[in-house]
């Protein structure tokens, strides 16, 4: 099965990693066909492990390795293009589009909270098959009412978020490889 491994808190906090590394270690676990696409911690790799084995041995590995708590979340190659395909939002020059890669049920805690929150013009968010979908004017994304709540602990081991046009990468990265 090919997955891609999407990674939390990659390059910030302190926490650096280069992406040769990422994947060196993701070779010496066990895993195949590995590359990443991006400094943003995007992991492609084959794997006859069980998603749920593979979560534990990946994240032990990076946190062992790279001395922190490491979270990820894994997509199969169809379920990443199914999301990208599925994007309910108009690409535009004026705004961002991000997906969020979590837990069970994630995506009705944002869903919640951006309802929740205060919004700015244009700001929308919606949940297609499980997913949920955030839109937001370019310069307010870190200002943003939802864009705080991203940061908070509490969601740091429930989801991790990519651009749309991160996902678009990752897919043809797939197609190609």
């Known amino acids: 099965m090919r997955y891609c491994a999407f990674l939390r ?15 060196k270690i993701f070779s010496e676990v ?6 990443s696409v991006l400094a943003t911690g995007n992991i492609l790799f084959s794997s006859a492990i069980n998603r749920s084995e593979l979560k534990i041995i990946l994240e032990k590995a990076l946190s062992d ?3 922190y708590e ?13 999301i990208f395909a599925e994007n309910p939002f108009a690409k535009s020059d004026d705004s961002h ?14 869903l ?18 499980q997913t949920f979908y955030w ?5 307010y994304t870190l200002d943003s ?5 991203l940061g908070k602990k509490s969601m740091k081991e429930k989801m991790t978020s990519r651009n749309l046009n991160t996902i678009e990468k990752i897919v043809k990265k797939f197609q190609y490889n």
């Open 70 to 82: 490491a979270f990820l979340f894994l997509k199969t190659e169809n379920e990443v293009a199914e």
């Open 145 to 149: 009412n939802f864009g705080k709540i």
């Open 135 to 139: 839109q937001i004017s370019k310069g």
């Open 97 to 110: 589009i991000y997906i969020f890669i979590g837990i069970e049920g994630i995506e009705d805690l944002l």
């Open 9 to 23: 808190g990659v390059n910030v906090n302190g926490t650096s990693m280069k992406m040769a590394e990422v994947c």
């Open 30 to 35: 066990g895993m195949k066909e590995v590359s």
């Open 112 to 129: 919640q909270e951006f309802n929740d929150s205060i919004k700015s013009e244009n700001e929308k968010g919606a949940i297609v098959d």
């Open 65 to 67: 390795y790279f001395h």
